[in-house]
């Protein structure tokens, strides 16, 4: 049969755009197989334009052979549609962990995850050597409260080993009904045997950004993942931060974010910048080449930042904390990064089905590759248990009989309790958390005259 009983020789002919060709070719090579016996010769028409346009020809009757060998001789009957999503799945997976096929319901999940709410257990997840590997727990789900931790492995999913499933296929096996019950095999760095998790799924609604003062003049600002509105909520929340007192210091917690929306960190970095580059993405086509600036105006009008991040922080968190220590505004403090410097972008291919493929990287200000590096700390701090040491009152001078009188003796001198009080359990638990204060605390003392200068302002 030839391409032009199939309907195609004048359409290659006649197509000048380079892609829509190949594409034409490409069918045409596909089809001459599939609806033909294999025995019949192959059209050489055919085959050469494809030549000239750079159709690995040999490589597709191969694959149109496989297909018809397959459909008239496995063991049992098999559809052929199912056959073709699983060809396209594996060819997405060789590419890289981020690129995949989405069904609709797989095209759902995706746009449920951006707005805010979805059912499961609270884990953004990544391939590793055939294994689910765990980016980082979302805040206040079943996985964080379970102690599930970045960098755990998922081995088994109920009785279904992970090894050999896609990864859209392990999450969708720990998705389900709210309520229903999922055990997983995890194993934990330094760990010499995976443990069971039983967890109870759940309805997950991300609050994306929360804020608290954690001692008088101290701020702190969550960040759990980049929806489509935590840049306008980010805002909201460092001006009510602003209005319950000077600020001296904010912390911004990144730790286990795993991304999200590109355009929610450019937002969140740019009420941080003054000016300058927050990001650029490099790719090879030129939709995929962008840059993003910030707008004059700093929120925090200078205030110093510290940045926590951890082995969670990944994509969209990452450039915002590079953006931030790019152009020195913030002193990053935590463990490296994830290191998930990629673009991907939801080609749709008709009205039911999509692909997600990774279209470009992105890189800092100073021209800095995220993927696969991570950002660096400039301070390490690895995660540690408070504890706070048993210890007898020193003999001082005002002990000694009859030691000479101080000035001010008598007075609480110890101004501090209140505000050490004042700081609540979020950071006696967390020792990270804990440095990043004590750090602010320090450039305070060090660089008094901001804050004398903004409280001047407000007189």
Known sequence: MSNDALGLGNYMLKTS???????ALSAALLL?????????????????????????????????????????????????KELIQAAIRGMLMELDPHSSYLTPDQFEDLQSTTSGEFGGLGLEVTMEDG?????????????????????DLILKIDDTF?????????VELMRGEAGSEVTLSVLSDGDEKPRPVTL???????ESVKSEVLEPGYGYLRVSQFQNNTGHEAKKALNELKAEGELSGLILDLRNNPGGVLQAAVETADALLDDGLIVYTEGRIQSSRLRFSARSGDIMEGTPIVVLINGGSASASEILAGALQD??????????????????????LDETHAIKMTTARYYTPDGRSIQATGIKPDIEVRPAELKELDSKPFFTEADLSGHLEGQNEGQDQDGNDDAQNATGSLADRDYQLRSALNLLKGIRILNPNKSAKAEGSDQ
């Open 32 to 80: 001459t197989v599939s609806v033909s016996a294999p025995t019949l010769a192959a059209d050489p028409e055919v085959d050469e334009q494809a030549r000239q346009d750079g159709v690995p020809v040999t490589e597709l009757r191969a694959f149109a052979e496989v297909l018809e060998r397959v459909r008239g001789a496995y063991v049992q009957d098999v559809d052929e």
């Open 131 to 151: 294994f689910v590997k765990v980016v980082s727990p979302i805040d206040d789900s079943p996985a964080s409260r379970a102690d599930i931790q970045a960098g």
């Open 162 to 170: 992970v090894k050999g499933l896609s990864l859209a296929e392990a």
């Open 200 to 206: 109870k799924r759940d309805r997950i609604k991300v």
């Open 327 to 348: 152009h020195e505004r913030a002193v990053v403090m935590g463990t490296k990064s994830f290191g998930k410097g990629s673009v991907q972008t939801v080609i749709p």
């Open 17 to 23: 755009h380079p892609l829509l060709r190949r594409t």
